[in-house]
């Protein structure tokens, strides 16, 4: 007997559906602009050359071995995670007010620190978080998985293809107080608008007087601009600014680490003995959801992170990655307005930040760059720049050039 009949079929995931069409495409120009992880120039997954070497130290450890972690991972990660995105000086660091838990990836991070909320904290009405218009599309999901209702806030603005920082503002002075708002700590997905320190100076303003919870998500530190400590700018002035939040980090990206699955959820609570509260109620949640932590990324993160000179060459290599999205931004940008002088204005192209750019171009023009050019991306225009390369841009230009025209 089947006992799934009711079961209806769920929709496929649409950026994974985009990856098994664009591999059975035989197209020698086909492109693929709507993956989510790093490409370098030759169109490949990057091993980082100090993560290659951060395992060679760790195949030639004889004191390692396979025994569980703690339940809330490896205590040489968690601290260096922490001091990574807080800054080495960090006064709730100095203050011991910082609980960090490692989790699965930025995924797990999220998913720790939404059930978390849902449990302990002091709602003010039924469970509600507010999310950017548009957000990751996981967003959605992780948040309703633990009874917390998502409400969109403005953010992106269609008109200037770029931050609604009006909508932004009121959606906050006019939310109920103690509202918790998830806000993109820096290259915010999809959109690759981010608020300039100035617009985070008000933001930050009105989360204290209204006093909400801000949950950063992190998933892009150095990968943005290619300066760890620069990305780290929003998370850092809120702390200093002792908004309420909690920070979810990954190394996925900055690392090259996807498949490891290692992050983490740093909660800062307002003292160190409220701390040592919310530690102890994270450790329950998460043995329940995943009894331990898994070791191998764990430990990779550690060495390079606690080790001056591996610390070094991941910054270069952070660098390496950031700036060939850089230097792709401005040849897309160059190509467009100055050789093809393609119809619209591209200055966001430059302006935005991070893996991802939206186009701004329309479902329509998305099908025909599918459609006329084997070009993959979402249909809401969102390519990412690890997709292109010194040998397929002129390409994807002249195909962008003729969609729109
Ligand atoms: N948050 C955001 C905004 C992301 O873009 C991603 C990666 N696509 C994640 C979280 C989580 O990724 P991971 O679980 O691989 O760390």
Redesign the pocket.
């Known amino acids: 007997v089947c006992q799934w009949k009711q079961i209806p079929l769920a929709p496929p995931d649409s950026i994974f559906h985009l990856t098994v069409a664009y591999k059975a495409d035989p197209s020698l120009q086909k492109i693929n602009v709507g993956v989510?992880a790093y490409r370098d120039e030759d169109n490949k997954p990057w091993v980082l050359p100090v993560v290659k070497k951060a395992t060679g130290i760790l195949l030639n450890d004889p004191t390692l071995d396979h025994e569980y972690l703690s339940v809330t991972g490896l205590p040489e990660f968690g601290s260096a995670a922490a001091k990574l995105i807080l800054g080495s000086n960090s006064h709730a660091l100095a203050e011991s007010r910082v609980v960090s838990v490692q989790t699965i990836?930025?995924?797990?991070a999220?998913h720790l620190g939404a059930l978390f909320l849902s449990r302990f904290y002091q709602w003010n009405g039924p469970p509600v978080v507010g999310l950017s218009n548009p957000t990751?599309s996981n967003h959605d999901a992780i948040f309703k998985n633990v009874g917390i209702t998502p409400v969109d806030y403005p953010y992106y603005n269609p008109a200037t293809i770029g931050l609604d920082y009006n909508g932004f503002l009121a959606a906050l002075r006019n939310a109920v107080p103690r509202s918790v708002f998830l806000l993109?700590a820096c290259a915010h997905?999809p959109t690759g608008v981010d608020p300039t320190k100035k617009q985070w100076t008000a933001i930050a303003d009105v989360m204290l007087e209204k006093g909400h919870y801000a949950f950063f998500?992190c998933?892009y530190q150095g990968f943005a601009s290619g300066d760890l400590d620069q990305d780290a700018f929003a998370v850092r002035y809120f702390v200093e600014r002792k908004v309420p939040l909690l920070i979810c980090q990954?190394f996925?990206k900055n690392a090259g680490l996807?498949g490891e699955r290692i992050?983490a959820l740093h909660v800062v609570s307002s003292t160190a003995e409220e701390g040592a509260r919310v530690d102890s109620q994270l450790s329950v949640l998460q043995r329940s959801e995943i009894g331990n932590p898994p070791s191998h990324g764990a430990r990779l993160v550690s060495l390079i992170l606690n080790d001056p000179d591996l610390f070094e060459e991941w910054n270069r290599d952070i660098k390496t990655m950031a700036q060939r999205i850089i230097a792709m931004r401005q040849e897309l940008y160059h190509l467009l307005t100055k050789e093809l002088k393609t119809p619209g204005s591209w200055e966001h192209i430059i302006n935005q930040i991070g893996m991802f750019s939206f186009t701004g171009i329309n479902p329509s023009q998305c099908q025909v760059l599918l459609a006329k050019a084997h070009i993959y991306l979402p249909t809401n225009g969102r390519i990412s720049m690890a997709g292109l390369n010194s040998k397929n841009i002129r390409y994807f230009a002249e195909s962008l050039d003729k969609a729109v025209r």
């Open positions: 989510g990836s930025g995924t797990g999220n990751w993109h997905n998500d998933a990954s996925s996807y992050g």
